[in-house]
C-alpha cells in the first residue's frame, strides 16, 4: 500500500493549490480518504475526507467553503482544491486511507498514511 501526495509548496495570501493523493494497493471501494495537516508545534487534525463507496464528504469548520474534496477513481487519486487560502493553513498535509468517512465526524480508522507535503502560506 501506497499513498503519495503532491502539489503542496509556497504560496500567498488569498492563493490556491490542489494537492493530490495517489494511492496504490487500496481500493476506493473498500476505504475512504482523508486528509489531515500538521503545522509547527500542533497537533494533527482532521482537514477533509471522501468516500467513494458511500458518497459521503466532510470538511472541518475551518475550511468549508474554501477547500474542495474530489475523488477520481479512475486514476486512484483524491484531490484536494484549496482556495483562499491564508497563512493559518500553512502546515505538512497528508492523506490516509481510512476505514470510514462520516458526515458529521469525519474520518477514522486510518489504516495507511502518506509522507506529507508541505504547504506554506505568506502574507
Known amino acids: 500500500v501506497q499513498l503519495v501526495e503532491s502539489g503542496g509548496g509556497l504560496v500567498q495570501a488569498g492563493g490556491s493549490l490542489r494537492l493530490s493523493c495517489a494511492a496504490s494497493g487500496v481500493s476506493f471501494d473498500d476505504y475512504a480518504i482523508g486528509w489531515f495537516r500538521q503545522a509547527p508545534g500542533k497537533e494533527r487534525e482532521a482537514v477533509s475526507c471522501v468516500s467513494s463507496h458511500t458518497g459521503v464528504s466532510w470538511y472541518v469548520h475551518s475550511v468549508k467553503g474554501r477547500f474542495t474534496i474530489a475523488s477520481d477513481n479512475a486514476k486512484n487519486t483524491v484531490y484536494l482544491q484549496m482556495n483562499s487560502l491564508n497563512p493559518e493553513d500553512t502546515a505538512t498535509y497528508s492523506c490516509?486511507?481510512?476505514?470510514?468517512?462520516?458526515?458529521?465526524?469525519?474520518?477514522?480508522?486510518?489504516?495507511?498514511w502518506g509522507k506529507g507535503t508541505p504547504v506554506t502560506v505568506s502574507s
Open positions: 490516509a486511507a481510512a476505514e470510514m468517512c462520516g458526515a458529521k465526524g469525519g474520518p477514522y480508522g486510518m489504516d495507511y
